[in-house]
């Protein structure tokens, strides 16, 4: 889309910073290496179901505020799962319409805690494991570790190509080059 916000405002994605020589050649392969791992992988779209799951549980535990609910989701599912304020929100409110949560003012913020009712609901739960540590759940993580990985090194080169000294540069080069052969020799192995 020519002319939208984004492009207006910060330049097309896939120019990168207005730079010339081994800067853009590094914002280039940082491009390159963000498309390679953008697309999520699949089956990391959780249900509504596992987001009510995944509220009691944590409630179960102790009372937070709808950003502590979706920090801990995301923390426990290692990244691979980070609901959406837009779905934990009405999760909070239809769980609270039930009666089976409540929520406490203190702050400006909401605290949510169990009712008698959720406290039942969710030690009903108790034999089932919690959304985050479902097998979907668990395999996208590891999916995502390696390319998170991926766009902080890619970062930090680009960080030393931008700021660091010919010498800087050189040395990371051999970093990079030293990493990519035991990276490497990781999958020769048995």
Request: glycine residues 14%; aromatic residues 6%.
């Amino acid at each position: 889309m020519n002319g939208s916000f984004g492009e207006e405002r910060f330049g097309s994605r896939h120019r990168g910073p207005d730079i010339t020589g081994l800067g853009a050649g590094l914002w280039e392969a940082m491009d390159q290496l963000r498309g390679m791992f953008e697309t999520r992988p699949s089956g990391t779209r959780m249900g509504k179901g596992d987001v009510r799951a995944a509220v009691l549980a944590l409630l179960a535990e102790r009372p937070m505020h709808g950003y502590q609910i979706i920090h801990e989701i995301e923390e426990r599912s290692d990244g691979s799962w980070k609901p959406s304020p837009g779905s934990v929100y009405p999760t909070l409110q239809l769980l609270a319409d039930e009666g089976l949560i409540r929520a406490e003012e203190s702050g400006g913020r909401k605290t949510y805690s169990l009712t008698e009712a959720g406290r039942a609901e969710a030690e009903g739960a108790e034999g089932r494991s919690a959304p985050w540590e479902s097998s979907g759940a668990r395999e996208s993580g590891r999916a995502t570790a390696l390319p998170k990985a991926g766009a902080r090194l890619a970062q930090a080169a680009a960080q030393v190509g931008s700021n660091g000294t010919a010498e800087q540069v050189q040395q990371a080069v051999d970093v990079l080059d030293e990493a990519r052969r035991k990276i490497y020799a990781i999958l020769a192995q048995d």
